[in-house]
DNA sequence: CAGGATCCAATTGGATACTG
DNA sequence: CAGTATCCAATTGGATCCTG
């Protein structure tokens, strides 16, 4: 079982860094995916996997479990012929998802500009030969 | 040349979704670590490899190349023995610290708390053989 | 339906040696 | 100093098959 690392990297340089903390938590963008696609109430996994667009069953799996073991998630089974099994983000999540939208809201302002940058930047490179 | 990826991939997908935009750009904890870094002012190569602990030479310089691609960085050289680059963000950059600041200040918030949850799921697997 | 397990391909990233 | 180039190890992740 990849994922779910067993953290001995961290131990070696001290840890302890809140901007540490939060990128290996939130790092990877199918956490946040997941963050945003569950704020609005809880979600079935089939659901997450329609929605998410391009995650693997396998993925989404590993990113729910660690969600879940970092506390940002509960996952619900309910004992039903077929299983339902939902999840929904605890408070603590929550409060990630506004700081997430401060995020995205930043991403979508400036979506044109980094766009423009990027193909200046290409567009440099290609004349000189880098 | 590994990184500095052609963007192929998402094309395919439709693209345009803000919150993959901004994943794309901030994920990889060294960019978020970098733009924290140089939020202050004007830092120089070494001056970077130094405070990030842990990056590696190949990593730092492709991260600050994404950066500066994306229009979130300006590098500046100045001709001088021996050579001078200096990083600072761009308005926009700035911008996007703000939003991590709110990030950042969560999982300082939360620290003890998502430690504590980790720590009870791996015991609850531990009693139960998963 | 909601996964767990496995296999394999691709990407990521560290270490290191070299250069203007 | 500020990188670039290269080699190789580790991790990530997709596809697939199986099960309660």
Redesign the interface.
Known sequence: MPQVKTEAPHEI?GEA?????????????WS??II?AAARGPVRFTELERSI??ISRRMLTLTLRNL?????LTRTVYATVPPRVEYRLTD?AQ??H???L???????R??E??S???HA??AERLVDGR
């Open positions: 340089v860094c809140p901007v540490r903390e939060v990128l290996d938590r939130v790092a990877g963008k946040i995916l945003v667009e391009g879940e073991r970092d506390g940002l603590m409060e990630l506004q700081s997430l401060s995020l995205t809201d930043w991403a979508t400036h979506r500009e980094i423009a940058a990027r930047y290409d």
